[in-house]
């Protein structure tokens, strides 16, 4: 696509890699829409971040009226909005995810709207555990580690053969294993987009984000995990709570390498009809980032291992980005620098407390996060 002015419907704008994708379209001289609920627990109104110049809907992708009317006018669709969570509410990962991905082509198609591209936001959380190698038994996707394994302390992903551990690899693109709501809901969303899309020529990419980070991040959000927890923690003079060994191993990626992997296939035809992972620089493990967060906080405390597991947790997941780098992306940000920018700005929040024990509790009411039985 050429790169002229055109008029963008950014749904879920008012988040974190919305906002970001936001000021990016608008430094680009396109017009922005937004379409945002608000949805507490993650905003308390309407944030001040947003840029003036931004038209601001306020309304959710489930309302039929309320999307159609977002969609008026508009040449291309930044898809963000979604329900994100670890709780029990399965229903409402479909309704909020899937239900109104499927309604956003429902309305492209019967209106004959002239969308020209839609970029939806989907997850490294499709993959599930990931690709693993058994040194006997070569390479497997292994399901979820049973629940009486976590409650040992047995924290490895095993071979399905020979009950060895099986060594991680970078996962690419192939194979998706989703195994809770809200990754199901996402591979729902990528399945829409990419087969509605290629039948009706409705051009559409979906990007499986790994864990992003940056400014803007609620911290009431419950999903934004392990850097906004440790983060809390440290600034607060509390030690970071680290699950399981500390030892399982992640790939973070910064907002701002996103938000130009969401430009670069708005404009890239090559996208079209395709699903990209966008990941950080290296794997790290989590008691890594957690040393960091300290390190960056100048504390001189210790991560906490208390045996501590959330059930239904990927041990090992970190993306391999080879097919976004060929069309010339590549993460900028470096794993060090997203920590010392993430931990800067939340200290300068306001509203920074330390949310660990309130999330805490409420994990543990609902029976996700466990302690082991050797802890
Ligand atoms: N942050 C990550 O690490 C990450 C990783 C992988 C994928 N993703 C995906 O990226 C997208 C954006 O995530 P984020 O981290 O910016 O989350 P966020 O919670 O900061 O932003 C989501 C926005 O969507 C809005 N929203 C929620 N439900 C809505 C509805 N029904 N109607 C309209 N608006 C609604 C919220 O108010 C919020 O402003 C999501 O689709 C998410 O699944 C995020």
């Known amino acids: 696509m050429s790169p002229l002015s055109w008029k963008v419907l950014v749904t879920g704008g008012a988040g974190f890699i919305g906002s970001h994708t936001v000021d990016a379209l608008l430094a680009a001289g396109h017009e922005v829409r937004v379409l945002d ?171 499986r984000y790994s864990i992003v980070q940056g400014p803007r991040q609620s911290f009431r959000n419950a999903y934004s995990g392990a850097l906004r927890s440790f983060t809390v923690r440290a600034l607060t003079g509390n030690p970071p709570i680290v699950y399981e060994d500390g030892r399982q191993l992640r790939d973070y990626v910064s907002v701002h390498d996103v938000v130009r992997a969401n430009l670069l296939v708005l404009h890239d035809a090559r996208a079209d009809y395709q699903v990209f992972n966008v990941g950080g620089d290296r794997r790290v493990t989590v008691y890594e980032l957690a040393q960091s967060v300290l390190r960056a906080a100048s504390s001189r405390l210790e991560p906490r291992l208390p045996g501590l597991y959330r059930v239904g947790d990927t041990r090992h997941i970190f993306s391999d980005v080879s097919k976004l780098r060929q069309l010339g992306w590549a993460p900028q940000v470096s794993q060090e620098a997203i920590v010392r920018e993430y931990v800067a700005w939340a200290a300068e929040q306001p509203d920074l407390h330390d949310t660990f024990a309130a999330a805490q509790a409420r994990m543990q009411a609902a029976g996700v996060l466990r302690l082991a039985q050797s802890a």
């Open 37 to 207: 609920s608000f949805e507490p627990p993650v905003h308390r109104g309407e944030p001040p971040y947003l840029p003036r110049e931004v038209e601001v809907l306020r309304g959710s992708v489930v309302d039929r009226a309320t999307l159609r009317r977002a969609l008026q006018g508009v040449d291309i669709v930044f898809h963000f909005a979604a329900y994100q969570d670890y709780l029990t509410d399965f229903s409402r990962f479909f309704l909020t995810n899937s239900v109104a991905t499927a309604l956003l082509y429902e309305l492209i198609v019967e209106e004959h709207l002239p969308i020209q591209k839609v970029i939806m936001a989907s997850s490294q959380a499709v993959y599930g555990e990931g690709k693993h190698c058994c040194a006997r038994h070569g390479v497997q996707y292994p399901e979820p580690r049973p629940s009486e394994q976590l409650a040992s302390s047995d924290w490895e992903v095993r071979c399905g053969a020979c009950a060895e551990p099986l060594v991680p690899l970078w996962t690419d693109e192939a194979v998706t294993r989703p195994h809770n709501s809200y990754a199901l809901s996402k591979r729902d969303q990528e399945d829409l987009a990419l087969k509605l899309g290629r039948r009706y020529g409705i051009p559409s990419v979906a990007l």
